[in-house]
């Protein structure tokens, strides 16, 4: 399936003050996060932040939250953000059907909202850079359960030069200067 930015959407699950301290390899973890969510600011695909119990976790870290114009989160306490109103209002309202998915942790929130996603009939793409969990075993094990559900996974590299599609589009510089 060829990713493309129309009625595609992106969705960045629970980066939040007191979950992201405890996450594996957090500071590469941030770097392509951050990346991505400029990048699918420069290309114009709607993004939506999520936060887990917020009262307990924490809002959306500072570098995060700062990279957004407007910043909004949509608070949840189910692990899975299908079926969560605010969600479902923003996919009906940008017509998704192709999700971005990244978030923490992998195994969890990431895991059950791309298996939810799926069976509900959308696209999820789990961005595997741009996902984390405290241990290593715990995202190596949401990876494969990805490609047990056969739901596609990519870098956000990747991703964005697959949205990008050509050297001659607009925003393939800046997008470029990204990922150097």
């Excluded at 973890?29 to 932040?49: R, S």
Aim: hydrophobic residues 40%.
């Amino acid at each position: 399936m060829r990713i493309t930015k129309e009625n595609t959407t992106a969705l960045f699950i629970d980066f939040q003050e007191r979950l992201f301290p405890a996450m594996n390899e957090k500071e590469i973890l941030l770097k392509n996060t951050k990346m991505l969510v400029e990048g699918l600011m420069i290309l114009g695909i709607p993004a939506v932040f999520t936060q887990q119990y917020t009262k307990g976790l924490g809002e959306t870290i500072d570098e995060l939250k700062s990279l957004v114009p407007g910043f909004t989160a949509i608070e949840k306490t189910d692990f899975s953000c299908v079926g969560v109103e605010e969600y479902t209002e923003f996919l009906l309202h940008h017509q998704s059907r192709t999700i971005i998915l990244c978030g923490i942790e992998a195994h969890v929130c990431v895991l059950q909202t791309a298996v939810d996603l799926k069976e509900a009939g959308f696209h999820p793409i789990v961005v595997t850079d741009c996902i984390s969990s405290r241990s290593a075993l715990s995202k190596e094990s949401a990876i494969d359960r990805f490609r047990f559900e056969n739901i596609m996974t990519a870098t956000s590299e990747s991703i964005l030069f697959e949205l990008t599609r050509s050297a001659k589009a607009e925003g393939f510089r800046a997008i470029s200067k990204l990922v150097k």
